[in-house]
C-alpha cells in the first residue's frame, strides 16, 4: 500500500481494478470511495468509480486490441512516439504503420498506445478497429476483409452479403473508409 500511496493516481485506480478482477469485490470495496477521478477533455469528471474505465475497456475489447501480455516491459520512449504519430491522425487523416522484425514488441507497443484514454477519446471517439494480418495467402486476406467490413458494418440498416473476393472487399472498404469512418 505504501507503495501505491507513492505513485500516480492511475497506480491506485489498476491496484482497485485488480482488487475487483482478481475476486477480492470486499477489499476493493473498502478503497472505492478513495478512487481518483479520470478528467476528460472537457474539465468535467468523467469517472465516479469504474463506469468511463468499463466503456473504455469495452471500446478496446470490441476492436479487438489485444491484451497487456502477462509479462510486460514498459518502454515509454517508444510508446510516446506512437501516440504521437496516432495524434497526427487528428489533423492528417492517414495511416500508422509499426514495423519491425517479428517479436520484437510492435503489438504490444502500439495496442499500450492505445490504451491511452485520453487519446481514444479525443481522436477515436468512435472506436478503433484492431486488424492482424501478417503473412496471409488470399483465402485468409479474404476472410480477414470480410471479417472488417462486417464489423465496419455492424450498425448498417443494411445487411450486405460478404464481400465474395479481394477486389469486392477492397471496394467496399474503400468507400466505408470514405463516407463513413473518414479518420
Known sequence: INIILRKDNN??????NALLNEGYRDLAALLQDGIPAISSGNGKSSMDGM??????KTILCE??????PVVF???PKLVDA??????CLGSDPGWVTVHGMAGCGKTVLTAEALRDHQLLEDYFPGGVHWISVGKQDKAGLLIKL???CSR???DSTLSQRPPLNIEEAKDRLRLLMLRKYPR
Request: proline share 3%; net charge positive.
Open 63 to 68: 476492436g479487438g486490441v489485444p491484451q497487456r
Open 73 to 75: 516491459v514498459t518502454r
Open 82 to 87: 506512437i501516440k504521437q504519430k496516432l495524434c
Open 152 to 154: 465496419l458494418e455492424h
Open 51 to 56: 463506469t468511463s474505465y468499463g466503456q473504455f
Open 146 to 148: 470480410q471479417n472488417l
Open 11 to 16: 497506480a491506485y485506480r489498476s491496484f482497485y
